[in-house]
């Protein structure tokens, strides 16, 4: 069961920084301030993360892209990927300009640790983009962070479930954030921790770390679990 909870709000936060999406639900739309197709190809940002008493690293790069889509990944370390193969890539290939797409994501692949690329599950809710509504916006501020000094925008999104802080800058590729604070949040009965993101580091030159091609998802090989063997059951460990 633990680990199961921990696959859904792993796969949560690698689709976007919205506490929401760890339950798996609909979460509004990631803020985007910068043009994918303008981007250069390996451009990356690191983030330092807290989800309630949990840190880990995330880091997001812009790996590919042609006449038709662009592919972003996600990696994560630390926190909960301890207890699910030490990190985790996922890896979206979406429309040129999500922001303004009918289906912004082509094609989702997770990757855990060593294991082999899987295609996403058909029932994972699909990310979308958008820019940030202007009625929502607090201030232009500059506000300092690991990676430096930024001028930014910064909006405030108020919802039922809680409410959203999210400092942007085109400054900051791939997709502009700088920082991002959440509140505890509530998705029925069930309560959301507090969420920080804050930009530690950026650059050029990422590589691809998806590279073979997806197999079908399989989440007890996901969670770390033995292939059954015929007749249902598992093969014995000696």
Do not use: C
């Not at 690191?46 to 840190?55: A, E, H, K, N, R």
């Not at 429309?95 to 295609?119: F, N, Y």
């Amino acid at each position: 069961m633990l680990k199961k909870t921990l696959l859904a709000l792993t796969i949560g936060v690698a689709l976007a920084p919205s506490p929401a999406s760890a339950q798996m639900s609909p979460q509004p739309p990631m803020p985007m301030v910068v043009d994918l197709k303008k981007i250069e190809i390996g451009s990356w940002a690191s983030y330092s993360m807290t989800v309630g008493q949990m840190t880990m690293t995330a880091k997001l790069a812009l790996v590919a892209r042609d006449a038709s889509s662009v592919a972003m990944e996600t990696s994560m370390e630390g926190g909960m990927m301890a207890m699910m193969g030490g990190k985790m890539t996922m890896k979206m290939v979406m429309d040129p300009d999500p922001t303004t797409a009918a289906k912004p994501v082509k094609q989702m692949i997770m990757q855990v640790g060593d294991q082999d690329p899987m295609l996403a599950p058909d029932n994972m809710p699909a990310q979308k983009y958008s820019k940030p509504d202007p009625n929502t916006l607090v201030a232009k501020e500059t506000i300092k962070v690991a990676a430096g000094s930024f001028k930014t925008s910064h909006y405030r999104n108020k919802t039922e479930q809680g409410t959203v802080d999210v400092w942007v800058s085109e400054e900051a590729p791939p997709t502009g954030m700088v920082k991002l604070t959440t509140s505890p949040m509530q998705a029925g009965a069930q309560p959301i921790p507090s969420m920080a993101m804050e930009l530690t580091a950026m650059g050029k030159g990422a590589k691809p770390t998806i590279t073979k091609a997806p197999k079908p998802f399989d989440p007890q090989k996901m969670m770390g679990g033995a292939a059954p063997a015929e007749g249902g059951k598992k093969k014995s460990q000696k």
